[in-house]
């Protein structure tokens, strides 16, 4: 007879009571504790401090607890009480420089031929077309695979549903000497293709005119679909399987010899990775729509799309469509009718619930999608829970009476965002929701709200349960939070990270979970 377990509330002594004799697997490890983290984390007598601040002159990257610097040469790990330099690479050339930068994660259910396929590693593409593969740990060199003399690569791109990333080159543009002359150039870019776990080359693909149509201004890959937009706000979508399994010329391996390549090895150099997968004519689309910015994006359960129709008089809209047949849902059409210095963002949210989080100035909207099946009937949006600011919105009167006796009214509204509202008699409090990062681990929503008071802006974030949205802690921010300058902020367990902008040069705040002062 299998035991019977209860739910009860167990205290942080008896899970590692419980571990060290090992009664628990390493799942269950892991999710207790990341409960005991988060009861922690929520104590009165716990507090995020700072505890480290480095400023550069280029820009700073954190993921996954590294912070990178000097376009990736010095990395430092978060892991320990305050960061600590981790490695610090040689100086390279200007050949030599890091384009862009990938880190790769090993999954655990899988076993792996090479013991350093295992480990974290970061993906570089360095200027002069190589793709390096480094140990996120130490930066040495595990392997790299030159890609192309013909053309200039300089950007990566996950595919991370499919274990994949991309490699995508500049577009090719026509110049006035060309199209004077009546050449054509057809070709747009080129993209190359990798697996990861092991790495492993699936090919390079030519986005051509001929193929895809005049106006291409940008191609994605996400979730296995070759997303295309056009200058006319036009977006399509191509299956990459598809693709693959209809236009593949030859199966490439890294350091095998290649037909394409008259016997060369693939991978190396002069001759690179060859265009393997040529399309001759256009494959189906599987979906299209017209959206404003070339922006879509697609999730929920089932699935849906969001974007805003091209037309001006949708602008500041946010639609919510079944990918089905594209059929609104009832309270699809989402609208913040707010006005700011910087236009609310919608998304699909990171957690996989298929929810959607609408983020405004001052209101949060945290929303899922009810349908139900073979009824015919669209899906409806309806609001989960919502989030708002500490501010009276309720606006002052637009009249005002002079000394005289003159009536004057207002012509212009304040901004919602407005650092200098403050000022004003229209609002009381003028704080405002700056972004919203996930914590996965601890499944905490953390919300950044500032105001402009005495023209420096001020900063804290708040801790919000994701399932409820109850609000559970604030955390200040020591440093001034300039709104005019670019900000990110990253939540990781017991690390909090802000890098801001300040004119030319970059800074970095680190904050640590630590016992609160007295």
Known sequence: MAPCWRKTTVNATELLSRRSRGITDAGTIVRHNMKVLRALLLKDNRDFI?????????????????????????????????????YKLPKRSKLEKFEDALLCQSPLD?????????KPSLLALTANNWLCRLSAETGEELQRVYL????????????????????????????????????????????????????????????????????????????????????????KLYSFEHIVQR????????????????????????????????????????FEVSCSNNSIQIGGYPWHYIYTPPQKNHKGTHHICSLKDSTLATNGIQNMNCCSLESDGIFFHPDDSGRIIHVG????????????????L??????????????????????????????????????????DQEDLPLYSMPD??????????LDLLAVVVTNGEEGEGRAH?????????????????????????????????????????????????VYKLKAARK
């Not at 994949?164 to 050449?183: C, D, H, P």
């Not at 492993?200 to 106006?215: A, R, S």
């Not at 060859?274 to 189906?284: A, F, G, H, L, S």
């Not at 405002?432 to 681990?441: C, G, H």
């Open 247 to 286: 236009y593949l010329t030859e199966k490439l391996m890294l350091g095998k010899q290649s037909s394409l390549l008259g016997g060369k090895t693939v991978g190396n150099v002069p001759f690179g990775i060859p265009v393997n997968i040529q399309i001759t004519d256009c494959p189906p689309v599987l």
């Open 378 to 419: 669209p899906s409806k949006v309806v609001e989960d829970f919502s989030m708002a600011t500490h501010r009276n919105n309720t606006p002052a009167s637009q009249v005002t009476v002079t000394s005289s006796g003159r009536t004057v009214k207002k012509r212009f509204h304040q901004l919602d965002d407005d650092p």
């Open 148 to 235: 192309s003399s013909n053309h200039k690569f300089r950007y990566l791109g996950w595919d991370v549903s499919q274990e994949m990333f991309y490699v995508k080159s500049v577009q090719n543009k026509e110049t006035s000497l060309a199209r004077q002359a009546g050449i054509t150039q057809n070709t747009v870019m080129h993209l190359a293709f990798f697996h990861v776990f092991p790495l492993q080359v699936v090919g390079i693909l030519e986005i051509n005119k001929k193929v895809f149509g005049n106006g291409v201004t940008d191609v994605v890959l996400s979730q296995g679909v070759l997303v295309v937009s056009y200058n006319n706000k036009s977006v």
């Open 461 to 509: 974030i708040r801790l919000h349960d994701n399932q409820s949205g109850q609000l559970l802690r604030t955390v200040n921010l020591a440093e001034a939070w300039d709104e005019t300058y670019r900000h990110e902020l990253f939540f990781d367990k017991d690390t909090i990270v802000h890098i801001e902008q300040k004119n030319t040069n970059f800074c970095c705040h």
């Open 50 to 86: 700072k505890v480290w601040s480095k400023t550069s002159k280029s820009t700073i990257m954190y993921e996954n607890g590294k912070i990178y610097f000097e376009n990736y040469q010095i990395c430092y790990s978060c892991v320990h009480s305050e960061p600590c330099v981790l």
């Open 432 to 441: 405002t929701f700056r972004m919203v990062e996930y914590e996965d681990e």
């Open 361 to 376: 100035p001052t209101v949060i909207n945290v929303l899922k999608i009810l349908s139900e099946l073979n009824t015919g």
């Open 110 to 118: 899988k076993t792996l031929a090479s013991p350093s396929d295992h």
